[in-house]
């Protein structure tokens, strides 16, 4: 390394070059720029500009000659291990930690200190109450101890965590609408279309109490829940969330989050995509906007079994249909379809309908695909519920629409109308056929005017706010919740929210060429074995993954052993954000 400098004028500015080799011939390249004499002496308070310079250059070949010299470690076998050292720590959660800056939570976190009367540290508390949801979801006693496994080690007691969880709660709304603006720096979120869904959380009690209520959990489950609704972009990064009472009808929680997005977030014009659920009259025409205007619209899936018997009769006719991606004048019949040939090919018909009040356009799709997935699925389910008319078991007839039980009838009477000593089951094959007239069918209604095909293609993404509760269900154990203080349960699920927007950003870092599971699991084992004074030896295999998220972040720690030096300057680097 040598000092190179440029004159401009009267002006010098200095720069740090070395030589490489490229292609068989050495060449200068610019590591690090100064700034001019002017900057130098102004900013560092020096009188001598290129002394100063002289002095950096020597600096960082004696720290590059640090970081790429041997290390000789002395391991006696008569030598005891030191009391109470820890030795093995996680690195796993730096990548964690540049996302969390990056995103500016360090900043929301000193922002909201400002405003209250606490002495802890805020932003170490929430950032390793991310990491750890993430990569160790535990309880908030596991969370104080998990924080431990770092390399960068808490500076916070348990009790004050419990006592920041109910400052997270109170700036809730804060945290979203701030998280969002920051993270329209970090990358353009795409809000033409916004996914909305609900889904509940239970809790390890007996007695329903505050919003922990009974209402119809989605696991079966007799327990107390909480519903908790997500707004989601159209690349799957959550934009808000609220929690609600567990018995409360889950068509009500849209408007009032929505209009936090309106207030809160700046944003006007969107096009709401729910699923049939959701899709009250009320919530339809709170989004159906003026053509003039054109602020606001719905996309929400239709079931074509609740339609209206003469749009039932025009949804199952086989003729006038088109093909997707195909010439809008060729029409076909689905009663003539290649079982082999068209077996990936989506059809459609629509027509603009009037229900509650509202010019409605009804897009009907059919696949062969989808057609044969939801009768392998019904034949699955047949012989689970075979099974149960076989055992005398099962004597319950089931509602619900994935339930096999739902094919299972029961006689209780005999031929001659009286009163039977036993119940006879069996399957009510009327029944069976009845669902299967619908299969391959699939609806949706709009009061956009846009093409049909471009509406199933935003209706086609609303699977991925479904992955984003299945991720914070299973990946980051959200549940069962153990918290009973309706502001610490508020805390827990803003920090599961935030959790699953870090992680989104990541698998984006990755391109998402990584499965979940693969990508915690890499970081969990992500250890260093320290030597005090010495440095940090990798303890991980070193493979593709490891090697794109040190691609995708900027720095390695895939080397034979980091210096205490180089370790803190990564650490130091993910702390770093453009704000």
């Not at 969002?180 to 509940?200: E, G, H, P, Q």
């Not at 319950?396 to 339930?403: A, L």
Request: overall charge positive; hydrophobic content about 35%; charged content about 30%.
């Amino acid at each position: 390394m040598r000092l190179g400098w440029s004159k401009k004028g009267n002006s010098i500015s200095y720069y740090v070059q070395q030589t490489i080799y490229v292609n068989g011939k050495n060449k200068s390249q610019v590591i690090k720029r100064l700034g001019s004499e002017k900057y130098i002496c102004k900013t560092y308070g020096v009188t001598d500009a290129k002394a100063w310079a002289l002095e950096q250059v020597e600096l960082m070949r004696q720290e590059y000659a640090d970081e790429n010299s041997s290390v000789t470690i002395p391991l006696s076998p008569t030598k005891d291990l030191t009391d109470d050292r820890q030795r093995c720590f996680n690195g796993g959660y730096l990548f964690l930690q540049d996302i969390y800056h990056q995103l500016g939570l360090d900043r929301i976190s000193k922002a909201i200190a400002k405003k209250h009367d606490f002495k802890y540290n805020l932003n170490s508390i929430l950032s390793r109450l991310i990491y750890t949801r993430i990569m160790y979801p535990s309880s908030k006693l596991g969370t104080f101890e998990d924080s431990h496994k770092f390399i960068e080690q808490p500076d916070f007691e348990l009790h004050q965590i419990y006592r920041a969880l109910s400052v997270i709660a109170e700036e809730s709304d804060y945290i979203q609408s701030a998280l969002f603006r920051n993270s329209m720096k970090l990358a353009k979120r795409k809000t033409s279309v916004i996914y909305y869904d609900c889904t509940n959380f239970y809790f390890e009690i007996e007695q329903a109490e505050d919003d922990k209520q009974y209402g119809l959990s989605k696991e079966n489950r007799p327990l107390p829940i909480v519903e908790m609704g997500l707004f989601m972009d159209s690349e799957g990064i959550p934009l808000a969330f609220s929690i609600n009472p567990g018995n409360r009808n889950e068509q009500l929680s849209l408007i009032p989050l929505e209009e936090k997005l309106l207030h809160n977030f700046d944003l006007s014009r969107f096009v709401v995509c729910t699923d049939a659920g959701l899709s009250s009259a009320a919530n339809r025409k709170f989004n159906h906007y003026d053509k003039a205007d054109g602020s606001r619209a719905f996309v929400t899936t239709q079931s074509v079994k609740k339609l209206k018997k003469h749009l039932k009769t025009w949804t199952l006719e086989t003729t006038g249909w088109k093909l997707s991606g195909g010439a809008s004048e060729y029409t076909y019949d689905i009663s003539k379809l290649d079982e082999t040939k068209d077996a990936e090919k989506i059809f459609y018909k629509s027509r603009w309908i009037k229900e509650d009040g509202l010019e409605q356009h009804l897009i009907v799709t059919y696949s062969l695909k989808y057609r044969n997935y939801l009768r392998t699925i019904r034949n699955r389910q047949l012989e689970r519920a075979l099974k149960a008319v076989k055992k005398g078991t099962s004597g319950v007839e089931s509602k619900r629409r994935n339930d096999p039980r739902r094919f299972i009838k029961a006689d209780h009477a005999t031929k001659d109308g009286e009163t039977a000593d036993k119940v006879a089951y069996y399957i009510d094959y009327e029944s069976v056929k009845e669902e299967e007239t619908f299969d391959g069918f699939y609806a949706v209604c709009t009061n956009l005017e846009d093409d049909a095909q471009d509406i199933v293609k935003i209706n086609k993404r609303r699977w991925e706010i479904e992955e984003c509760f299945r991720i914070m269900k299973s990946e980051f154990e959200a549940r069962p919740v153990y918290l009973h203080d309706r502001e610490r349960i508020k805390a827990h699920f803003m920090t599961c929210f935030i959790a699953l927007i870090v992680y989104r950003y990541l698998e984006k870092k990755l391109n998402e060429k990584y499965t979940c599971r693969q990508i915690l699991d890499c970081l969990q084992e992500m250890n260093f074995l320290k030597f005090e004074g010495k440095g940090y030896v990798p303890t991980y295999t070193k493979n593709e993954l490891t090697d794109a998220l040190h691609d995708a972040f900027g720095f390695n720690t895939s080397k034979e052993i980091i210096p205490i030096k180089k370790m803190k300057n990564i650490c130091a680097q993910t702390k770093k954000s453009d704000a």
